[in-house]
């Protein structure tokens, strides 16, 4: 059995409104898209994610939080039931400077699944994917089944106090 992606996409939306101060929100991600075995986002251009207020350059790090969302979230998509991903390994690479004032999009998918790793990769792009401003690799814990049992009703339950039922 796979996952509902409809509990993917709720999942995703609550954790980038539920809690303030995480980075979902602080950096303004948003999902834009969800398939089996791949996730799309974007980040939005603000002040506040300039790593160099002379050149106003997206900040790397801001982009490294946007790919290994990208990549985690695509990794949910694999699973048999909803749960969380964690991160074992991540290397980024930067192949240049994001435009200021322009949104950043990134594309996740996962290529490999084993009974305990799920491998994905992602690129980070502004409009032109074959000019990326960078790409990942991850690498995510595939947990043990059971494991975020409760997590999915809590979770779903957090989702229709916030969005209401009909969301």
Known sequence: MAVDLEEIRKMCEL???????DHFHALGIKV????????A???GYSDDIVGNPETGVIHGGV???????CCGFSAS???DELALTPTIDLRIDHLGPAEPH???YAVGEVYRVTRSVIFTRAIAHQGDVSRPIAQAVGNFSRMEKGTFTDFRHT??????QIFGEDA
């Not at 834009?32 to 996730?39: A, C, G, K, L, P």
């Open 77 to 79: 998509t694999a699973l």
């Open 32 to 39: 834009t898209d969800i398939q089996r075995n791949s996730i």
């Open 15 to 21: 954790l980038m409104v539920a809690n303030q101060g």
């Open 41 to 43: 986002m974007e980040l």
């Open 102 to 104: 322009k949104p950043v």
């Open 63 to 69: 982009i490294t939080a946007l790919l290994d969302s």
């Open 155 to 160: 979770m779903l339950t957090a989702y229709d």
